[in-house]
């Protein structure tokens, strides 16, 4: 991690270099996108999963739906290979920006507070929970537009249809003229109590998991940050995932003219347990929260593994 430091198996405080910061962000964003390019076609796949009942809510029919098999072959079909990785420049994009955020945020927190409390005082589970939530929320916060542009793209699908937004720029503008600067933040609330948590979570369990395979003594090594990774993605995932389909949802509402079918986040996780009931009757309707979470399992595990791993190995080479 970016604020670790070891000297004789015993960790010492260094003063921040003038350009920790900005390396920690440019070490991190890097790492972010190699993992992210890794996994770009789950990551379609698990969002057009998670937005299905979107759609049935806005037609009314909740028998509608289409599983994973069903939609890779309706990508395939309708936009070829490249296909599965519409929209994995703004993705890219955004997760440059986001992942930069929390690697440098959290670092940075962390960093103040311990020349706050002094060199010598205990790097306690709660600080290190505070600082990962703290960046993760001014993540969250500094990349949803970016979010909502990447969501909207990477949802269209082409074929017979007419793709409503060209490209990332003109599905900004779009966005912007159509529902104005609030199209851009749709779904804020949402996503600071699903995507803030699950990466403030992430952080927290990695540096959990690794402390347990180092004793705390030493940096993880690039394999063992990937294990350290993989458990934190698949357990933060997994504890979050019904506000991040529900985030999703929400940040598709005005596109191409759709009406906004939930009033607010409440409004939405009622309305899909309600599309549960109809699909899997009342004593198993809470897995229509969970649509798209096993892909999404094979998607976080590899992926947020080889961004710790990477992040590890670039802050090695460039001495961060």
């Avoid at 440098?104 to 939530?133: C, I, M, N």
């Avoid at 109809?278 to 998607?299: C, D, M, N, S, T």
Wanted: charged content about 15%.
């Amino acid at each position: 991690m970016p604020e670790s430091h070891y000297a004789s198996g015993s960790r010492v405080d260094v003063a921040p270099k003038r350009h920790e910061c900005f390396a920690t962000f440019i070490t991190g964003g890097v790492a972010g996108c190699i993992s992210k390019t890794c996994v770009a076609p789950l990551t379609r796949l698990t969002t057009l999963l998670q937005t299905q009942s979107l759609v049935a809510t806005a037609s009314g029919d909740a028998a509608v739906r289409h599983g994973t098999w069903y939609l890779l072959q309706d990508i395939w079909n309708r936009d070829g290979p490249t296909g599965m990785f519409r929209g994995n420049v703004i993705v890219l994009g955004h997760r440059l920006v986001q992942s930069g955020f929390c690697f440098s945020f959290t670092g940075l927190f962390k960093k103040a507070w311990e020349q706050r409390a002094g060199k010598d005082a205990p790097h306690g589970k709660l600080v290190s929970l505070a600082a990962s939530s703290l960046g993760a929320s001014c993540a969250v916060c500094g990349t949803h537009p970016i979010d909502v542009v990447k969501t909207r793209l990477i949802t269209e699908r082409g074929g017979t249809e007419v793709l409503y937004y060209r490209n990332a720029t003109n599905a900004f503008c779009l966005v912007l003229r159509n529902e104005g600067v609030a199209g851009l933040y749709r779904g804020l609330g949402a996503s600071l109590a699903s995507t803030a948590p699950t990466i403030a979570a992430a952080f927290f369990m990695f540096e959990t998991v690794s402390g347990l395979i180092t004793g705390g003594k030493r940096k993880p090594t690039p394999w063992e940050a990937m294990i350290s990774g993989s458990v934190a993605g698949a357990c933060a995932s997994t504890m979050f995932f019904p506000l991040d389909l529900v985030k999703k949802q929400m940040q598709l509402m005005g596109h191409s003219g759709r009406h906004k079918a939930y009033t607010g986040t409440l409004d939405a996780l009622r309305k899909i347990y309600t599309i549960g009931i109809a699909r899997h009757g009342r004593f198993l309707a809470f897995r229509e929260l969970y649509r798209g979470l096993p892909v999404e399992l094979l998607k976080v595990v590899p992926g947020v593994g080889i961004m710790f791993s990477c992040n590890e190995c670039l802050q090695k080479h460039f001495s961060v």
